[in-house]
């Protein structure tokens, strides 16, 4: 292969392509970054068995400055190569490979030579039908991500709950995260094929939502295709595949409580600021516990049990209402569900002081199924 390109316009392929490709992996050449050349453009490939990110750029695309002069195909060593490329002298870059799978970059007086692999010895990709896939609205999807996936898990030990959780009806896709201490539920509009709705219920893994989020542009046309036990998220110039997590969703729906004895109506960046500020003490402790007090309708949050001191706040309120009520939580979960909120007024609701708590926005969206739901579960102490 043999083929020219700017190298700015390379680079920025590189990143997104290498996020897929792992750190340690037992199968050497994932280790390495497929480049394959055709009369149409070039392909990048980055994989971890798990995920893998191909990109086309095309030689219809002037801004990429691609002048293509042999085919072929090269596997070479990812993190190196990419290194090189980043810190070349100039704009213009050559990359060329021989029969011996060589390949040799060029850039100005710069010329390096690295041992790279057949591109055929690879792992192949699957075919997509294009036929079957699911158009998203792509900024709604990303904030769905966004104020979900920290919810989800990181213990193996129940893989179901590493991921992303998706409900797809005909007119709205649902995303839930759990790792059983605190839930996650963002609703969004969508108008789908019905024709598609066996897709019903997919669980992704966290990383390829996250990578998903860092790569696709809010203004990007987004579709996903699921094929058996695998996802595939389609853009333009840039294909993200992912296996599926194997197993049964837990029913969370079962676990939003519908109904409470005590309701706060805060808003979410001021009590956010509160349990910042009571974090700075609860992080000295190994608890990491702070308490909410609803008396007389005053409410303070406190931490205490501390050897290095303790912290109290009174909470500003827009209303509270129902019974009195002392409850402890993980500050940090705390912290996550609000900040999901983006600083609008919420309520939360309060069944007792050992029931899981619920964060709704106070003001229900215009739309229908465009709700944030934030479930956290309490810690029980002996003052609970």
Do not use: C, W
């Given at each position: 292969?043999?083929?020219?390109?700017?190298?700015?316009?390379?680079?920025?392929?590189?990143?997104?392509?290498?996020?897929?490709?792992?750190?340690?992996?037992?199968?050497?050449?994932?280790?390495?970054?497929?480049?394959?050349?055709?009369?149409?453009?070039?392909?990048?490939?980055?994989?971890?068995?798990?995920?893998?990110?191909?990109?086309?750029?095309?030689?219809?695309?002037?801004s990429?400055?691609?002048?293509?002069?042999?085919?072929?195909?090269?596997?070479?060593?990812?993190?190196?190569?990419?290194?090189?490329?980043r810190?070349?002298?100039?704009?213009?870059?050559?990359?060329?490979?021989?029969?011996?799978?060589?390949?040799?970059?060029?850039?100005?007086?710069?010329?390096?030579?690295?041992?790279?692999q057949?591109?055929?010895?690879?792992?192949?990709?699957?075919?997509?039908?294009?036929?079957?896939?699911?158009?998203?609205?792509?900024?709604?999807?990303?904030?769905m991500?966004?104020?979900?996936?920290?919810?989800?898990?990181?213990?193996?030990?129940?893989?179901?709950?590493?991921?992303?959780?998706?409900?797809?009806?005909?007119?709205?896709?649902?995303?839930?995260?759990?790792?059983?201490?605190?839930?996650?539920?963002?609703?969004?509009?969508?108008?789908?094929?019905?024709?598609?709705?066996?897709?019903?219920?997919?669980?992704?893994?966290?990383?390829?939502?996250?990578?998903?989020?860092?790569?696709?542009?809010?203004?990007?046309?987004?579709?996903?295709?699921?094929?058996?036990?695998?996802?595939?998220?389609?853009?333009?110039?840039?294909?993200?595949?992912?296996?599926?997590?194997?197993?049964?969703?837990?029913?969370?729906?079962?676990?939003?409580?519908?109904?409470?004895?005590?309701?706060?109506?805060?808003?979410a960046?001021?009590?956010?600021?509160?349990?910042?500020?009571?974090?700075?003490?609860?992080?000295?402790?190994?608890?990491?516990?702070?308490?909410?007090?609803?008396?007389?309708?005053?409410?303070?949050?406190?931490?205490?049990?501390?050897?290095r001191?303790?912290?109290?706040?009174?909470?500003?309120?827009k209303?509270?209402?129902?019974?009195?009520?002392?409850?402890?939580?993980?500050?940090?979960?705390?912290?996550?569900?609000?900040?999901?909120?983006?600083?609008?007024?919420?309520?939360?609701?309060?069944?007792?002081?050992?029931?899981?708590?619920?964060?709704?926005?106070?003001?229900?969206?215009?739309?229908?199924?465009?709700?944030?739901?934030?479930?956290?579960?309490p810690?029980?102490?002996?003052?609970?």
């Amino acid at each position: 292969m043999k083929f020219t390109i700017n190298r700015q316009k390379f680079t920025d392929v590189l990143n997104n392509v290498s996020r897929a490709i792992p750190g340690k992996t037992t199968i050497p050449i994932l280790t390495g970054i497929k480049i394959e050349v055709n009369p149409d453009g070039v392909t990048l490939i980055g994989s971890d068995a798990d995920i893998s990110i191909e990109s086309f750029l095309s030689n219809q695309d002037e801004s990429l400055q691609l002048n293509i002069k042999e085919q072929g195909s090269i596997v070479v060593g990812a993190r190196l190569f990419n290194d090189i490329i980043r810190k070349l002298p100039t704009n213009e870059i050559l990359l060329e490979s021989d029969s011996n799978y060589l390949l040799t970059i060029t850039s100005g007086p710069a010329v390096f030579t690295l041992n790279g692999q057949d591109g055929a010895a690879y792992p192949h990709l699957p075919e997509i039908d294009f036929e079957n896939t699911v158009s998203l609205p792509t900024l709604a999807f990303k904030e769905m991500i966004n104020h979900t996936i920290f919810s989800a898990s990181n213990q193996e030990s129940r893989p179901i709950l590493t991921g992303l959780n998706l409900s797809i009806h005909p007119d709205y896709i649902s995303g839930v995260a759990t790792d059983s201490h605190r839930l996650s539920r963002r609703e969004i509009p969508v108008e789908l094929n019905t024709d598609l709705l066996d897709l019903t219920n997919v669980t992704i893994p966290k990383k390829t939502v996250t990578e998903l989020v860092r790569i696709v542009e809010d203004d990007q046309k987004l579709q996903m295709l699921v094929n058996e036990q695998q996802v595939i998220f389609i853009l333009e110039n840039l294909t993200i595949y992912s296996r599926l997590l194997e197993g049964n969703y837990p029913d969370t729906d079962r676990l939003i409580p519908s109904n409470h004895q005590t309701q706060l109506v805060v808003n979410a960046n001021d009590f956010l600021a509160a349990i910042e500020r009571a974090s700075l003490m609860s992080h000295q402790s190994k608890n990491n516990i702070v308490q909410l007090s609803i008396k007389d309708q005053a409410v303070e949050l406190s931490v205490s049990g501390n050897e290095r001191g303790r912290a109290s706040e009174d909470i500003q309120l827009k209303a509270v209402s129902g019974q009195d009520l002392l409850i402890s939580f993980n500050p940090d979960y705390m912290r996550d569900a609000l900040k999901s909120f983006n600083g609008i007024d919420i309520k939360i609701d309060f069944q007792t002081a050992v029931r899981p708590m619920l964060l709704s926005a106070l003001d229900g969206s215009d739309l229908a199924h465009n709700e944030l739901l934030q479930l956290l579960t309490p810690i029980r102490t002996h003052q609970s």
